[in-house]
Protein backbone atom coordinates (compact mmCIF):
# COMPACT_ATOMS: atom_id res chain seq x y z
CA UNK A 1 0.00 0.00 0.00
CA UNK A 2 1.55 3.39 -0.69
CA UNK A 3 2.12 5.52 2.32
CA UNK A 4 -0.41 8.53 0.29
CA UNK A 5 -3.03 7.60 -1.90
CA UNK A 6 -4.85 10.11 -3.96
CA UNK A 7 -7.43 9.69 -6.85
CA UNK A 8 -5.24 10.90 -10.29
CA UNK A 9 -8.52 11.86 -11.76
CA UNK A 10 -8.52 13.80 -14.41
CA UNK A 11 -11.23 15.73 -13.04
CA UNK A 12 -12.67 17.82 -15.48
CA UNK A 13 -15.04 20.09 -14.83
CA UNK A 14 -17.08 23.40 -15.93
CA UNK A 15 -16.43 26.90 -14.19
CA UNK A 16 -18.66 27.51 -11.31
CA UNK A 17 -18.28 23.70 -10.14
CA UNK A 18 -18.17 22.23 -6.88
CA UNK A 19 -15.68 19.63 -6.80
CA UNK A 20 -13.90 17.42 -3.77
CA UNK A 21 -10.16 15.58 -3.57
CA UNK A 22 -9.84 12.88 -1.39
CA UNK A 23 -6.28 11.72 -0.36
CA UNK A 24 -5.84 8.06 2.26
CA UNK A 25 -2.13 7.98 4.14
CA UNK A 26 -0.84 4.70 6.07
CA UNK A 27 1.04 5.96 8.50
CA UNK A 28 -1.25 6.55 11.87
CA UNK A 29 1.83 8.72 13.69
CA UNK A 30 1.67 11.00 10.64
CA UNK A 31 2.07 14.48 12.30
CA UNK A 32 0.99 17.24 9.61
CA UNK A 33 -0.98 17.71 6.65
CA UNK A 34 -0.91 19.92 3.70
CA UNK A 35 -2.58 20.42 0.44
CA UNK A 36 0.15 21.66 -2.79
CA UNK A 37 -0.39 22.96 -5.79
CA UNK A 38 1.87 22.26 -8.98
CA UNK A 39 1.15 23.78 -12.19
CA UNK A 40 2.65 22.13 -15.58
CA UNK A 41 6.29 22.41 -15.55
CA UNK A 42 6.72 24.29 -12.11
CA UNK A 43 7.33 23.69 -8.52
CA UNK A 44 4.60 22.49 -6.11
CA UNK A 45 3.59 25.68 -3.82
CA UNK A 46 1.42 24.94 -0.61
CA UNK A 47 -2.16 25.59 -1.02
CA UNK A 48 -3.47 25.32 2.64
CA UNK A 49 -2.41 23.37 6.08
CA UNK A 50 -5.12 20.99 7.28
CA UNK A 51 -6.12 21.18 10.73
CA UNK A 52 -8.13 18.93 12.90
CA UNK A 53 -10.78 20.92 13.37
CA UNK A 54 -11.02 21.43 9.26
CA UNK A 55 -10.32 24.47 7.65
CA UNK A 56 -11.72 27.08 5.29
CA UNK A 57 -9.44 29.75 3.10
CA UNK A 58 -11.79 31.68 0.97
CA UNK A 59 -13.21 28.69 -1.93
CA UNK A 60 -10.92 26.23 -0.25
CA UNK A 61 -12.20 23.64 2.42
CA UNK A 62 -9.54 21.49 4.15
CA UNK A 63 -10.49 18.20 6.31
CA UNK A 64 -8.99 15.54 8.22
CA UNK A 65 -9.85 12.33 9.92
CA UNK A 66 -7.09 11.08 11.48
CA UNK A 67 -9.48 8.12 12.55
CA UNK A 68 -10.46 7.38 8.93
CA UNK A 69 -6.53 8.44 7.88
CA UNK A 70 -8.02 10.50 5.43
CA UNK A 71 -8.11 13.94 3.95
CA UNK A 72 -9.79 15.88 1.60
CA UNK A 73 -10.06 19.20 -0.19
CA UNK A 74 -13.12 20.65 -1.09
CA UNK A 75 -12.68 23.81 -4.53
CA UNK A 76 -16.84 25.99 -4.40
CA UNK A 77 -17.43 28.03 -7.29
CA UNK A 78 -14.06 26.74 -10.20
CA UNK A 79 -11.87 28.98 -11.37
CA UNK A 80 -10.00 28.55 -14.67
CA UNK A 81 -7.20 29.41 -12.73
CA UNK A 82 -7.47 26.54 -10.52
CA UNK A 83 -6.63 24.24 -13.36
CA UNK A 84 -3.60 22.13 -11.85
CA UNK A 85 -2.39 19.28 -9.73
CA UNK A 86 -3.38 19.19 -6.36
CA UNK A 87 -1.14 17.20 -4.50
CA UNK A 88 -1.97 15.83 -0.74
CA UNK A 89 1.14 15.98 1.56
CA UNK A 90 1.79 14.40 4.41
CA UNK A 91 4.48 14.77 7.37
CA UNK A 92 5.28 11.94 9.14
CA UNK A 93 6.64 11.38 12.65
CA UNK A 94 10.23 11.09 10.97
CA UNK A 95 10.17 14.96 9.69
CA UNK A 96 10.48 13.69 5.61
CA UNK A 97 7.56 14.84 3.65
CA UNK A 98 5.32 12.19 1.76
CA UNK A 99 3.57 13.35 -1.66
CA UNK A 100 0.76 11.57 -3.20
CA UNK A 101 1.03 11.34 -6.65
CA UNK A 102 -1.50 14.40 -7.39
CA UNK A 103 -4.64 14.80 -8.85
CA UNK A 104 -5.10 16.71 -11.57
CA UNK A 105 -8.21 19.22 -12.18
CA UNK A 106 -9.05 20.68 -15.78
CA UNK A 107 -11.80 23.58 -15.14
CA UNK A 108 -13.51 24.45 -18.47
CA UNK A 109 -15.27 27.67 -19.54
CA UNK B 1 14.98 36.97 -0.19
CA UNK B 2 15.80 34.52 -2.56
CA UNK B 3 13.86 31.31 -1.02
CA UNK B 4 15.56 28.47 -2.59
CA UNK B 5 17.68 28.20 -5.36
CA UNK B 6 18.72 25.40 -7.19
CA UNK B 7 20.97 25.18 -10.06
CA UNK B 8 21.78 24.51 -13.04
CA UNK B 9 17.99 24.83 -14.70
CA UNK B 10 18.73 22.36 -16.92
CA UNK B 11 21.97 19.40 -17.77
CA UNK B 12 21.94 16.74 -20.18
CA UNK B 13 24.65 13.73 -19.16
CA UNK B 14 26.33 11.22 -20.86
CA UNK B 15 25.48 7.66 -19.29
CA UNK B 16 28.67 6.98 -16.33
CA UNK B 17 29.45 10.83 -15.60
CA UNK B 18 29.01 12.66 -12.37
CA UNK B 19 27.40 15.75 -11.39
CA UNK B 20 26.09 17.76 -8.51
CA UNK B 21 22.92 19.62 -8.11
CA UNK B 22 23.15 22.31 -6.11
CA UNK B 23 20.51 24.06 -3.44
CA UNK B 24 20.28 27.04 -1.55
CA UNK B 25 17.83 28.20 0.97
CA UNK B 26 18.40 31.90 2.40
CA UNK B 27 15.55 31.33 5.10
CA UNK B 28 17.27 29.32 7.84
CA UNK B 29 15.24 26.38 7.59
CA UNK B 30 16.59 23.41 9.08
CA UNK B 31 14.56 20.85 7.34
CA UNK B 32 15.82 20.59 3.88
CA UNK B 33 14.62 18.25 1.27
CA UNK B 34 15.36 17.03 -2.41
CA UNK B 35 12.58 14.73 -4.56
CA UNK B 36 12.53 13.33 -7.90
CA UNK B 37 9.52 13.91 -10.48
CA UNK B 38 8.93 11.26 -13.00
CA UNK B 39 6.79 12.74 -16.05
CA UNK B 40 2.99 12.45 -14.95
CA UNK B 41 4.44 11.31 -11.52
CA UNK B 42 4.00 12.83 -8.21
CA UNK B 43 7.00 13.55 -6.02
CA UNK B 44 9.53 10.52 -4.29
CA UNK B 45 11.41 11.49 -1.79
CA UNK B 46 15.40 10.63 -2.03
CA UNK B 47 17.14 12.50 0.71
CA UNK B 48 16.19 14.59 3.62
CA UNK B 49 18.12 16.48 6.24
CA UNK B 50 16.99 17.78 9.96
CA UNK B 51 20.64 19.94 10.29
CA UNK B 52 23.81 20.87 9.49
CA UNK B 53 25.71 17.19 9.43
CA UNK B 54 22.49 15.20 9.72
CA UNK B 55 21.13 13.36 6.33
CA UNK B 56 18.77 10.50 6.39
CA UNK B 57 17.33 8.16 3.41
CA UNK B 58 13.77 8.89 1.76
CA UNK B 59 11.93 6.84 -0.10
CA UNK B 60 14.63 6.37 -3.74
CA UNK B 61 17.72 7.26 -2.35
CA UNK B 62 20.09 4.50 -4.46
CA UNK B 63 22.67 6.25 -6.88
CA UNK B 64 22.21 9.40 -4.67
CA UNK B 65 24.57 10.95 -2.26
CA UNK B 66 24.15 14.05 -0.21
CA UNK B 67 25.50 16.11 1.78
CA UNK B 68 24.34 18.94 4.57
CA UNK B 69 27.74 21.02 6.08
CA UNK B 70 26.07 23.86 5.99
CA UNK B 71 22.79 25.11 7.08
CA UNK B 72 22.00 26.70 3.72
CA UNK B 73 23.15 24.05 1.46
CA UNK B 74 22.22 20.68 0.41
CA UNK B 75 23.85 19.40 -2.44
CA UNK B 76 22.77 16.35 -4.45
CA UNK B 77 25.35 14.18 -6.07
CA UNK B 78 24.94 11.51 -8.63
CA UNK B 79 27.50 9.25 -8.79
CA UNK B 80 27.52 6.94 -12.46
CA UNK B 81 24.64 8.81 -13.98
CA UNK B 82 21.96 6.12 -15.59
CA UNK B 83 18.85 6.66 -17.91
CA UNK B 84 16.52 6.09 -14.87
CA UNK B 85 17.84 9.11 -13.32
CA UNK B 86 16.65 10.65 -15.92
CA UNK B 87 13.70 13.10 -13.82
CA UNK B 88 13.15 16.56 -12.45
CA UNK B 89 14.46 17.21 -9.07
CA UNK B 90 12.97 19.17 -6.57
CA UNK B 91 14.96 20.60 -3.57
CA UNK B 92 12.65 22.00 -0.47
CA UNK B 93 13.33 23.48 2.51
CA UNK B 94 11.18 24.04 5.66
CA UNK B 95 11.25 25.11 9.53
CA UNK B 96 11.14 22.05 11.79
CA UNK B 97 9.02 20.13 9.23
CA UNK B 98 6.21 22.71 8.68
CA UNK B 99 5.31 24.14 5.42
CA UNK B 100 7.61 23.16 2.59
CA UNK B 101 9.07 25.71 -0.16
CA UNK B 102 10.31 24.28 -3.02
CA UNK B 103 13.00 25.79 -5.76
CA UNK B 104 12.22 25.69 -9.38
CA UNK B 105 13.71 22.43 -10.42
CA UNK B 106 16.18 21.22 -12.29
CA UNK B 107 15.60 19.05 -15.13
CA UNK B 108 17.99 16.07 -15.70
CA UNK B 109 18.48 14.06 -18.90
CA UNK B 110 20.51 11.11 -19.04
CA UNK B 111 21.47 10.06 -22.31
Known amino acids: RKEVEQDPGPFNVPEGATVAFNCTYS??????FFWYRQDCRKEPKLLMS???SGNEDGRFTAQLNRASQYISLLIRDSKLSDSATYLC??????????FGAGTRLTVKP | NAGVTQTPKFRILKIGQSMTLQCTQDMNHNYMYWYRQDPGMGLKLIYY???????DKGEVPNGYNVSRSTTEDFPLRLELAAPSQTSVYFC??????????FGPGTRLTVL
Open chain 2, 49 to 55: SVGAGIT
Open chain 1, 50 to 52: VYS
Open chain 1, 27 to 32: NSASQS
Open chain 2, 92 to 101: ASSYRGDRGF
Open chain 1, 89 to 98: VVRDNNNDMR
